[in-house]
C-alpha cells in the first residue's frame, strides 16, 4: 500500500517551490520544513541531494487524509514523509510485519525506530480523522548513505512532533 501511493502521489503532482538559504554542492534554497512541517534545516542538508532545483510535492492531500510528501532535487525523488491513519492501539512492531527492513533500531523508550533509510513514530491523534485515531509518520532518505540512520534518527523526533502539533492531536 506504502508503494502504490508513492507511485500515485508521484502521478499527481502538486508542486511548492522550497525556500530558505542554499548549501554548499546546491543551487537550490534548503527548506526548513517538509511541506510545511517544521524539520531541522541543517540535517535536511544533509539529506537532501545536490543540485540546481528543489520542488516539494504533498499531492494535494489535506495533512488530516494522511500526507504524502516528496522532495525532488532536480526532479529525483530525494527525501519523502509519508503519513498513514490506521487504527487505535496501531504498534510500531505492526508497521514492520510486511516490511522486508533489517537493522531496525527502536529508540526513544521505543516510541521511535530507524533503519538503514528510514525513520517512523506512531502517533495516537483520536478525533482528528475519520481515517483513523493513530497516525503513522515516516521519513525516508533515498539515496541513502552509512550517516543516513544516525542523522534521521535526529531529524524525526521533533519534526514528529511538529507534526502531532500541526495535527492538534491531544496530548
Known amino acids: 500500500m506504502q508503494l502504490k501511493k508513492l507511485v500515485t502521489a508521484t502521478v499527481i503532482a502538486v508542486t511548492v517551490t522550497a525556500c ?54 532536480d526532479g529525483n525523488d530525494s527525501v519523502v514523509s509519508n503519513a498513514d491513519w490506521e487504527e487505535s492501539g496501531f504498534t510500531l512492531r505492526e508497521f514492520f510485519e510486511d516490511l522486508k527492513v533489517k537493522g531496525i533500531r527502536y529508540f526513544g523508550d521505543g516510541k521511535y525506530a ?3 533509510f528510514g525513520v517512523v513514530t506512531v502517533i495516537p491523534c483520536p478525533g482528528v480523522s475519520e481515517k483513523g485515531d493513530a497516525i503513522v509518520v515516516e521519513v525516508n532518505d533515498l539515496r541513502w548513505n552509512k550517516n543516513t540512520q544516525s542523522r534521521l534518527e535526529k531529524l ?16
Open 20 to 73: 530558505s538559504t542554499s548549501s554548499e554542492g546546491t543551487a537550490y534554497a534548503v527548506p526548513d520544513h517538509i511541506c510545511g512541517i517544521p524539520a531541522d534545516k541543517e540535517i535536511l542538508k544533509t539529506l537532501l541531494d545536490e543540485g540546481d532545483e528543489l520542488k516539494q510535492d504533498d499531492g494535494g492531500d489535506d495533512i488530516t487524509e494522511g500526507q504524502f510528501c516528496h522532495m525532488y532535487v
Open 156 to 171: 524525526g523526533p521533533p519534526y514528529f512532533e511538529a507534526y502531532k502539533k500541526k495535527l492538534g492531536c491531544p496530548s
Open 114 to 116: 530507524s533503519w538503514t
